[in-house]
């Protein structure tokens, strides 16, 4: 698989923008973020409900 440079990744977002448009594609990067950040705080919670439920066996 060829690697992707600067300039390669450059004219991809150009290419980006120019179809969806700048407001769409921080609306995209905005909800990438969020569902990013809702993973992780799944991920938290859901070793600490496991951690509990260890405490709670022994």
Known sequence: MPHLGPTE???????????FGVGR???????????????????EEGAKKDKTEDETKA
Do not use: D, P, Y
């Open 9 to 19: 990744l450059l004219i991809i977002l150009v290419i980006v923008v120019l179809l």
């Open 25 to 43: 594609v921080s609306k995209i990067g905005g909800e990438l973020g969020s569902a990013v950040a809702n993973f992780r705080k799944g991920l």
